[in-house]
Structures are given as structure tokens and as C-alpha cells.
């Protein structure tokens, strides 16, 4: 995981971090070679972590409520 956000959210697939515009043309490709797995990937990442029941936990948490 190279990069700041990749380091958060390291998988396999579905997010990829960058740094520089190969980095970006190498997760293009890796996309477009499966993007189906790719698809998938990004949807359990979103789930995971903006899932209204997981957000709304943690901002209340936070709240002290």
C-alpha cells in the first residue's frame, strides 16, 4: 500500500491509491482487466465503511451519546 489513503483502506481490489499518473495508468489497467472483481471490491469497501448504521454509531459515539 503505497499511498496515504491506500494505507486506510489496503485491499486487494476496488480502491487504489496513487501517486503519480503511472500509478494511475497501472490501476486503470488492473481494473479493466477484471472489473467485475473490481466492482465488487469497492462496493464491500463502501458498505464497510459508509454504512449508515456504521456511521451514524461512530459519530455518536464521538458525540457521547
Do not use: W
Not at 467485475?36 to 461512530?58: D, K, P, Q
Amino acid at each position: 500500500c503505497a499511498s496515504p489513503i491506500s494505507q486506510h483502506y489496503c485491499s486487494d481490489g476496488g480502491l487504489f491509491g496513487f501517486r503519480s499518473l503511472g500509478e494511475i495508468a497501472e490501476a486503470v489497467a488492473k481494473i479493466n482487466a477484471d472489473y467485475a472483481y473490481h466492482s465488487r471490491a469497492a462496493r464491500a469497501i463502501a458498505r464497510e465503511t459508509f454504512e449508515a448504521t456504521t456511521v451514524l454509531s461512530s459519530l455518536l459515539d464521538r458525540a457521547g451519546l
